[in-house]
C-alpha cells in the first residue's frame, strides 16, 4: 500500500492513535476532526489491518457501572505505514501536516 | 435538580440516537448504537466536571450530530460494498424473467429520455454554450427606439453612433456593421454568392478575435492598408480556396471590384450570423458620419469592466435626450435600448425553445410516472416473493433497496439507449428546424448534454422507483402472506389513481399548448398574403455594381431580362420587384401628400421598385386607375402606385388618383395614378405592410438586385431552370440567387411555426398514448385485484354491465380530476405560450373543450379493455380458484 493512498484525516487518526489514545472520542479531540470523518477514517483503518478495534469486557463494566467502551489500538503494521507516510511526506516536506493535531 | 436534569438530557440524548440508528443497516446497528451511547456517556461525564452548563450542553450535541454523517457513511458502506454486486446481479436477474415488463419501462423511459436530450442539446447549442469571443458577456448590441413608430430595436444613425462614441463613459467602444446580404464574390473560377457582413475597422478589436491566418483589420479607421481589403471565414476558405495556407494576399473580385484577402478567422468564429463567409471593412464618409436621418448602422458595443446593461442604458439615454433637444428636427421621441449579444441573438428563439423544452420535460415526466405505475402493479404481484423474502430476514430498506436498484438498472439502460438515440436523431430533427435558429451549427453532444442525460435518467429511476419501493412497507408485507393472492389493497388503488391523475393532468396541459399551436398555425395558413403564388416561380438577380453602376444601366438589364423571358414558350406573365414578399425585411420611406407638413412620428411606408407585368403575375388585384406604361417613361413627371392599405391611411376617403406625394421632405414630387390590393410584406403574421410602387426604372443606384416572378402554364419542374439559362444569356456575369416556386418561399415563412407545432404535437400525442396505457394499466389492476369480489357480485346477481358501469365510473372520475387538474396547468402555463400565437387566446375555450373531448375519447379507449374483462368474468372460475 503506497503512502499517498492515506488521506491526510486518516493520517492524522493513526497518529493519534500512535500516541496511545484509544477511543474514538479522544482521537476526534486530539484530531479536531468531525466525528462523521474520524469514524470512517478508523473502519477504514481497520479494514486494512493498521488499526484492531476490541470491545472492553462487558462484566468489568458492568462491576463498575459504566457502559463498556470500545477502543482502537494501532497494529505493527500500521505503526510501519505511519512511519513510511511520515518519511515520505518529509521528503516533500510536509512532515509536519502529518503532526497535525497531536499538539 | 442538577442529577434529574442530567438523567433528562441523557434521555433526550439517548432517544436522538435511536433515531439515527435508524439509519444504520441492521447488521451493524447495535454495536452502532453502543458505541455511540458509550461514547456520550464518558463524553458528559468528563464535560459535567469541568464545563459550565450551557456550554456542556452545546458541546454534547455538537458531538452527538456526528452521529448522523457517520450513521448515513455506514449506510453509504453498506449499501456500496456490502451488496451492490449482489443487487445488481439479482436485479438483472430477475429483470430477464420479465422481457415484456422491461421492453415496456425501457422503452417509455428511452424515449422520454431521447426527446428531452435532442431538445436539450439544442437549447445547450442556442442559450447555454458559450458565444465565440472572449469575455462575451461585455458584448450588448446598442438600438436606436421610436417607441411612437412602433421601432424598439431600430438602426442608429452615422451621426448619432458618433455622438455616442464620444460622449459615453461605459463603453471601452463601439463599433457598427450591416449585414444580411450576400456578396458576388469571384475567386477566379466564376461567382460564387456569399453571405457577408460590413463592418467597422475596429471591430475585430472589439470583439477580441484574431485571425488564425493573416490579420483582421487595422481599427483605425480609412487605414491605407485596408482600403481594398476582406477577410473570410474559416468555412469559405475551406469551400472556395480549398484550404490552401497561400490564400492571404490573394486577389478576389468582390462584387466585381478588386479586393485583397488579408485574413482566415478560425473555426467557430461566427459574427454576426453563423453564416457569414466575408467581412470587408466599412468606414462613413463626411457625409456618412455627419448624417441624422438615414438610420444604416448596427451598433455593437463592449461595456467597461463593472458597468451592467442598465447602467449604460442609463447613461446612453441621458446623451441621446441631449441630442433629441439639440436635433429635435431629425431625431423627435428617439430613444436607446441595449440588450447583451447574446440576448439579442436568442431573445426570439427563447420562448419557442422554452416552450419544446416544457414540452419535452412533461412528456418525461408522464414517461416516468407511467414507468411508476408498472412498478406498483408489478410490485403487488411480488408481495409474495417478498414477504419470503422478508421471512428470511431481509430488512424493508434491503427490499426498497432491491426494487430501487432494478428501476437504477431500467433507467440506466434507457440512458444509454435514449442518450444513443439522441446523439442520431438530433441532426435530424435539425434538419427540420427553422433555418433562423441560431447557432445550430454549434449544435454537438458535449458534457453538458452527457449530464444533463445522465442526470434525467436518474431522475427518472428515482420517480420511477420511488413508488414501488415506498409502497412495500414491511407490516404491509407481513399481511401479504396471510391475505396470499387476493384483493389489491386500497393503498395500491390511492397510489395507482394517483400516478394516473398526475399523467392525465399533464396530457392535457400538453394537449392544450399543442392544440393553441394547431389553431395558431391554421389561422396563419388561412391567412390570405395579397398574393397569390400558384404557378409562379421566382428568381433574385443580382448584378455587380461595377457592371451596373447606375439606374440607367440596370433598367436596360432588366428590360432585355423581361424581354427574353416573356418571348419563352409557356410563360403567361413575367414581372420585377425589388423586394419580393417574404424575402427581405422591408425599410421605409415617408408618405407626404402634396401640401401636407411633415410629421416626425409617422408610420413608414414601403418603397418598391416594380415592373407592370409583377402585379399580374403576384394576382396582385388593381383596384383603382392603371399601372405603368410605356408613357411614363418619357414623360417629367414621375407616377407612383399604391397600396389600398395606404391609400385608406393617409387619404381616407379622399379620391387618390391624381394626388401628388413626396418621399422625403425635400423629395421629388410622384403622381399616384393607380391604387393595388395591399400585399403582407414581411411575413403572414405581421400586419399588411403600406406600399408604394414605382415603375423599376425609377429606383436608387444602390437597389439594383431585382427578383423575377414568372407565371407558367408548363409543368414548374424545368421551368425554372429554363428561366435562369434565358437570364444568363443576358449577361453570364450575373448571379442568381434563390431560384424557385414562390409557394415554397411562402410555405419556408412558416417553418417555425411547423417546427414547434410538430414537436409539440409529437410529445403531446406521445404523452397521450402513455396516459392510455397508464389508464388502461391501472384499470385493469383494479380489475384483476376485485376478481373476487367482482365475482361473488355476479354470482349474487349483479348484471354484468352494472359491473362494467363500476370500471367506467372509476375511469371517469379519474379523467375527470386528471383534466381539471389539467386545465388548470394549461391555464397557468399558458404565458409560455402567449407570444407565439396568431389569432388565438392563449386561455381559449375552444382548444379547452376540444382538448377534453380528445381526453374522453382516450379514457373510453383506455376503459374499454378492462371493462369488458370484467363483463366476460366467469364467476364460478374466479371463485373456484380459491
Known sequence: MSPERLGQATLAVLRVLADGYTYGFDVIDRTGLPSGTVYPALAALERRGLVRSRWENEQTARHDGRPRRRYYRITPAGRRELATAIAWLGQLGLAGDAEMGTD | ?882
Open chain 2, 1 to 882: 435538580m442538577g442529577d434529574h436534569g442530567g438523567l433528562d438530557r441523557a434521555v433526550t440524548s439517548q432517544r436522538f440516537l435511536r433515531i439515527v440508528a435508524a439509519l444504520v443497516p441492521a447488521p451493524r446497528r447495535s454495536r452502532w448504537l453502543e458505541e455511540w451511547s458509550s461514547e456520550l456517556w464518558y463524553y458528559r461525564r468528563r464535560l459535567e466536571r469541568g464545563e459550565s452548563r450551557l456550554a456542556a450542553e452545546m458541546a454534547l450535541w455538537a458531538r452527538m450530530l456526528g452521529a448522523v454523517p457517520h450513521a448515513l457513511w455506514v449506510l453509504g458502506e453498506e449499501w456500496m460494498i456490502g451488496s451492490v454486486h449482489r443487487d445488481l446481479g439479482l436485479a438483472v436477474r430477475t429483470l430477464a424473467k420479465r422481457p415484456g415488463y422491461v421492453l415496456a419501462a425501457v422503452g417509455t423511459l428511452a424515449m422520454g429520455i431521447a426527446a428531452s436530450t435532442m431538445l436539450f442539446s439544442i437549447v445547450n447549442a442556442v442559450m447555454f454554450r458559450p458565444l465565440p469571443y472572449p469575455d462575451a458577456r461585455e458584448l450588448v448590441r446598442v438600438f436606436e427606439t421610436h417607441l411612437a413608430q412602433g421601432i424598439r430595436r431600430g438602426s442608429v444613425t452615422g451621426a448619432t453612433f458618433y455622438d455616442w462614441k464620444a460622449s459615453n463613459r461605459v463603453f471601452e467602444d463601439l463599433a457598427a456593421y450591416q449585414s444580411g446580404w450576400k456578396y458576388i464574390v469571384d475567386a477566379g473560377d466564376g461567382a460564387t454568392l456569399v453571405p457577408g457582413a460590413r463592418v467597422f475597422p475596429n471591430m475585430f478589436a472589439l470583439l477580441g478575435s484574431n485571425a488564425a491566418l493573416g490579420r483582421t483589420f487595422f481599427p483605425q479607421e480609412n487605414h491605407p492598408d485596408d482600403q481594398q481589403s476582406a477577410v473570410i471565414s474559416h468555412a469559405l476558405w475551406q469551400s472556395l480556396f480549398g484550404g490552401t495556407p497561400d490564400v492571404v494576399g490573394r486577389s478576389i473580385l468582390l462584387e466585381g471590384a478588386p479586393r485583397t484577402i488579408v485574413g482566415v478567422m478560425p473555426p467557430g468564429f461566427a459574427f454576426p450570423d453563423d453564416d457569414v463567409g466575408i467581412w470587408i471593412p466599412y468606414n462613413l464618409g463626411e457625409a456618412g458620419r455627419a448624417n441624422r436621418r438615414s438610420h444604416l448602422l448596427r451598433v455593437v458595443a463592449r461595456l467597461r469592466s463593472g458597468v451592467d446593461v442598465p447602467q449604460a442604458e442609463r447613461e446612453l439615454g441621458t446623451i441621446m435626450q441631449d441630442l433629441v433637444s439639440q436635433f429635435p428636427q431629425e431625431m423627435e421621441g428617439a430613444g436607446v435600448s441595449i440588450v447583451s449579444w447574446h440576448e439579442s441573438l436568442v431573445g426570439d428563439v427563447r420562448g419557442t425553445l422554452l416552450l419544446l423544452f416544457g414540452g419535452v420535460t412533461t412528456l418525461l415526466a408522464v414517461a416516468c410516472l407511467n414507468v411508476a405505475g408498472l412498478g406498483v402493479a408489478r410490485s403487488r404481484r411480488r408481495e409474495r416473493e417478498m414477504a419470503v423474502r422478508i421471512a428470511l430476514g431481509a430488512g424493508s430498506l434491503r427490499i426498497s433497496r432491491l426494487l430501487l436498484t432494478e428501476s437504477v438498472v431500467i433507467a440506466a439502460a434507457a440512458g444509454v439507449i435514449g442518450g444513443l438515440i439522441a446523439v442520431w436523431g438530433t441532426p435530424v430533427l435539425l434538419a427540420y428546424a427553422p433555418i433562423d435558429l441560431p447557432r445550430v451549427a454549434e449544435v454537438t453532444a458535449d458534457t453538458r448534454v452527457l449530464a444533463f442525460t445522465v442526470l434525467v435518467s436518474a431522475g427518472a429511476a428515482l420517480v420511477s422507483g420511488i413508488f414501488p419501493a415506498l409502497r412495500l412497507s414491511s407490516s404491509r408485507i407481513g399481511d401479504a402472506l396471510r391475505r396470499g393472492s387476493r384483493g389489491a389493497t386500497s393503498g395500491d388503488r390511492w397510489y395507482l389513481d394517483g400516478l394516473v391523475t398526475a399523467e392525465i393532468a399533464l396530457s392535457v396541459a400538453l394537449l392544450a399548448g399543442a392544440g393553441l399551436l394547431t389553431r395558431s398555425y391554421a389561422n396563419l395558413t388561412a391567412v390570405d398574403p395579397g398574393f397569390s403564388g400558384d404557378r409562379v416561380i421566382t428568381i433574385s438577380i443580382l448584378p455587380t455594381a461595377v457592371a451596373y453602376p447606375d439606374v440607367t444601366a440596370q433598367t436596360a438589364l432588366f428590360d432585355r431580362v423581361l424581354e427574353r423571358v416573356q418571348a419563352l414558350p409557356g410563360v403567361t406573365s413575367a414581372g420585377l420587384v425589388t423586394e419580393l414578399p417574404f424575402t427581405v425585411p422591408a425599410s421605409t420611406w415617408s408618405f407626404l401628400p402634396e401640401g401636407s407638413t411633415p410629421q416626425f412620428d409617422q408610420i413608414g411606408v414601403h418603397w418598391n421598385p416594380a415592373s407592370t407585368g409583377y402585379f399580374q403575375t403576384m394576382g396582385i388585384p388593381l383596384r383603382r386607375g392603371r399601372l405603368f406604361d410605356d408613357r411614363d417613361r418619357i414623360g417629367d413627371g414621375r407616377v407612383v402606385v399604391i397600396d389600398e392599405s395606404t391609400a385608406r391611411r393617409f387619404l381616407g376617403d379622399r379620391d387618390p388618383l391624381g394626388v401628388r406625394i413626396r418621399m422625403a421632405p425635400e423629395g421629388e414630387l410622384y403622381t399616384i395614378i393607380g391604387v393595388v390590393g395591399a400585399v403582407r410584406q414581411e411575413s403572414l403574421r405581421e400586419d399588411v405592410q403600406l406600399t408604394m410602387y414605382t415603375p423599376h426604372w425609377d429606383t436608387e443606384p444602390w437597389r439594383r438586385d431585382k427578383t423575377l416572378a414568372v407565371k407558367t402554364d408548363l409543368s414548374l419542374a424545368g421551368f425554372a431552370a429554363a428561366v435562369s439559362a434565358e437570364v444568363k444569356a443576358v449577361d453570364p456575369g450575373l448571379a442568381l440567387d434563390r431560384v424557385g416556386p414562390l409557394v415554397d418561399i411562402v410555405s419556408d415563412s412558416l417553418d417555425g411555426e411547423r417546427f414547434r407545432l410538430y414537436l409539440m404535437l409529437t410529445f403531446a400525442i406521445l404523452a397521450l398514448a402513455l396516459t392510455v396505457v397508464g389508464l388502461y394499466g391501472t384499470l385493469a389492476y383494479v380489475v384483476s385485484g376485485r376478481r373476487r369480489e367482482l365475482a361473488i357480485r355476479s354470482a349474487l346477481g349483479a348484471r354484468p354491465s352494472s359491473l362494467a358501469a363500476m370500471v367506467f365510473r372509476r375511469s371517469t372520475t379519474l379523467a375527470l380530476m386528471g383534466g381539471a387538474a389539467g386545465v388548470l396547468l394549461a391555464i397557468a402555463a399558458s404565458p409560455l405560450v402567449r407570444a407565439l400565437l396568431f389569432g388565438v387566446a392563449p386561455v381559449d375555450p375552444i382548444t379547452l373543450a376540444a382538448v377534453v373531448a380528445v381526453l374522453g375519447l382516450a379514457a373510453v379507449a383506455g376503459t374499454t379493455l378492462p371493462a369488458l374483462r370484467v363483463v366476460r368474468l366467469n364467476a364460478a372460475t374466479v371463485l373456484s380458484e380459491e
